[in-house]
């Protein structure tokens, strides 16, 4: 799909479950998007795909503004803050346009933050301890990060049993080999990955080879 000028009116934004962003699609997009003008196009892309959460990390200067684009310009889409780790990032992302909030971990304070923000969100956990902390305020999704070197599949076996309540997107480490296997998972709702954003292709705006990426990702369940 080649990148195209946005549309003149703003479209109609794509339903988000009111308590969960978990169910929108297999994959949920992790994307670093270095310069604004390509979120639009990109995102685009994504969501021809059938991926149409889009995660963008507030990992550079771009971030807000790109969530600003693609949250007023690309019909279907469903555009989400990571790496979300202060309460004033929470504000900031939120009056952008994001529809869900997503964090490597959290604290009381960004807890409290993200829960009185109004929107979906997804703490970070990687031990039972933290997963259990979570279920005692009420949090039954989240992400489980960073899901390779945190131990994986099996990792998230052994919590089914013990807390069954609990469910995740995993992130970190995952690619087009191991999705299936998270994804197979009970307790798992989606994954996160960048896998279908190849730097090479994002590079030479190659939308069309993102395009078939997501478009592989979306039928990984």
């Not at 550079?60 to 007023?72: N, Q, S, V």
């Amino acid at each position: 799909m080649n990148a195209s000028l946005p549309s003149p009116t703003a479209p109609e934004p794509a339903a988000v479950p009111s308590a969960s962003v978990l169910g929108l699609a297999p994959v949920v997009p992790v994307v670093v998007i270095e310069d604004a003008a390509d979120a639009v196009p990109l995102a685009r892309a994504l969501v021809a795909g059938g991926l149409p959460a889009i995660e963008v990390t507030l990992r550079t200067p771009a971030a807000p503004d790109a969530i600003r684009a693609i949250a007023g310009e690309v019909p279907g889409a469903v555009v989400g803050a990571g790496t979300v780790i202060t309460p004033e990032q929470v504000t900031g992302a939120v009056a952008a346009g994001a529809r869900f909030l997503v964090s490597p971990g959290w604290t009381d304070v960004l807890l409290a933050a993200m829960r009185a923000s109004g929107v979906p969100f997804l703490p970070g956990a990687s031990t039972a301890s933290e997963v259990m902390a979570l279920l005692e305020r009420g949090v039954r999704e989240m992400k489980f990060f960073p899901a390779r070197a945190a131990g994986g599949t099996a990792f998230l076996k052994s919590l089914a049993g013990p807390l069954p309540q609990a469910r995740f997107c995993p992130t970190g480490g995952i690619g087009p080999d191991t999705a299936p296997e998270y994804l197979a998972l009970p307790n798992v709702g989606c994954v996160g990955g960048s896998w279908m954003l190849p730097g090479d292709a994002v590079a030479a705006r190659d939308w069309d080879r993102v395009e078939r990426l997501a478009r592989e990702a979306a039928g990984l369940r």
